[in-house]
């Protein structure tokens, strides 16, 4: 089946830096990838959809230039926190769809621990 | 506006036993339904696919139905064991804004004890 491999899994960083995180379709190519982020006890919360080729689109609320995503290729996008704090400490995780009928297939996460 | 809610929150059964979680989605306008199991700390593993067009799905243990009518969707988790405890989430694809990303309920947390 589809597979969506995540990097980091973990990463912990200081306050002020920024952290980068990636998303790959290993065998199939996504034009479109979602990135979702888990507060503790929360249910998954949509921030943005990437799309290859052309500017990511961000929900209501949430910074799209503290959330930089590129989706340079059909197989990987990434998102950068940059000038992270420690609000900004959450799960992360991506996912992309192989064709309509298949469903999506979820990134392993990645925790974000800004100290 | 899709609204996903699942039911219980939270469920504690001792080994074997049989269970059924609960969902529901506002909007009957869906095209696929899909459940997912989350660990702590981990992604999403996708259990269960079912099709607007479908009314349930079996895999193993697990059998998911659909209808889509009354806006719900159950889990049934046969035989219970200590490996299914996790958290268990449902979810639907909304296409009004985004290019079909999914809305989730919040999750069953479901403990199995030994």
């Known amino acids: 089946g589809a597979v969506v491999s995540q990097h980091p899994s973990r990463v912990i960083c200081k306050s002020g830096t920024s952290v980068k995180i990636e998303c790959r379709s290993l065998?199939?190519?996504?034009?479109?990838m979602f990135w979702y982020r888990q507060f503790p006890k929360q249910s998954l919360m949509l921030m943005a959809t990437s799309n290859e080729g052309s500017k990511a689109t961000y929900e209501q609320g949430v910074e799209k230039d503290k959330f930089l995503i590129n989706h340079a290729s059909l197989t990987l996008s990434t998102l950068t926190v940059t000038s992270a704090h420690p609000e900004d400490s959450s799960f992360y995780i991506c996912s992309a769809r192989d064709r309509l009928e298949y469903g999506y297939t979820f990134g392993s996460g990645t925790r974000l621990t800004v100290v | 506006k899709q609204e996903v809610t699942q039911i219980p929150a939270a469920l504690s059964v001792p080994e074997g036993e049989n269970l059924v979680l609960n969902c529901s989605f506002t909007?009957?306008?869906?095209?696929?339904l899909q459940w997912f199991r989350q660990d702590p700390g981990k992604g999403l593993t996708s259990l269960l696919l079912?099709?607007?067009?479908?009314r349930e799905q079996t895999s193993g243990r697990l059998n998911a139905s659909l209808d889509k009518s009354s806006g719900r969707s159950t889990l049934y988790i046969a035989a219970s064991q200590p490996g299914d405890s996790a958290t268990y989430l449902c979810a639907v694809p909304f296409y009004g804004g985004s290019q079909g990303n999914l809305i989730f309920g919040k999750g069953t947390k479901l403990s199995v004890k030994p």
């Open positions: 065998d199939f190519q996504a034009t479109t």
């Open positions: 909007d009957s306008a869906i095209y696929n």
């Open positions: 079912i099709q607007s067009s479908q």
